[in-house]
């Protein structure tokens, strides 16, 4: 079953996003970045790019024809078939479809009270559904 892991408080989602795939990327992980909408997508792509000067992520945005050999995928159309389902990192305020095609999904809340509520009722929504699920609120040790 998709273990679900709640990241709250995050200041920056994006920044949080690269930090993540930078992570997942190390461990040998392939991931999908849901984006709330295409201009985060964008501004998701081009933070990969720029993560750090020794870190190349490689990644592509969904669709490219590269991505069945790209380990990250950036989208902000869930509905699309992915080459695979290692994780999940949603940066969006939706419900991802299908997400139990993905061994992990990471959801991203952000301090803003609107993505905080959002963010609620999918943990609730999830728990609902007997989803083995984690917190970890920014900060907090």
């Given amino acids: 079953m998709t273990r679900i892991d709640f990241h709250t408080n995050i200041p920056d989602k994006v920044a949080y ?25 964008q501004q998701l792509d081009a933070a990969l790019w720029s993560v750090s000067d020794t870190d190349f992520l490689p ?4 669709g490219d ?3 069945t ?7 902000h159309d869930d509905g699309t078939d992915f080459p695979h389902g290692d ?4 940066l969006s305020r939706r419900t ?3 997400l139990e095609r993905f061994q992990r999904v990471f959801e991203i809340i952000s301090l803003d009270e609107a993505d905080a509520a959002e963010g609620r009722k999918r943990y609730v929504a999830y728990k609902k559904q007997s989803y083995p699920l984690t917190h970890f609120v920014a900060g907090q040790s």
Avoid at 27 to 41: C, F, N, R, T, Y
Avoid at 69 to 75: A, E, S
């Fill in 17 to 41: 996003a690269c930090r993540l795939s930078r992570k997942a990327f190390a461990a040998g992980g392939k991931l999908v970045l849901l984006a709330e909408d295409a201009a985060q997508a």
């Fill in 59 to 62: 990644h592509v945005l969904a």
């Fill in 65 to 67: 024809v590269l991505a």
């Fill in 69 to 75: 050999q790209t380990p990250i995928i950036v989208t």
């Fill in 87 to 90: 994780m999940l990192v949603n």
């Fill in 96 to 98: 991802p479809q299908r």
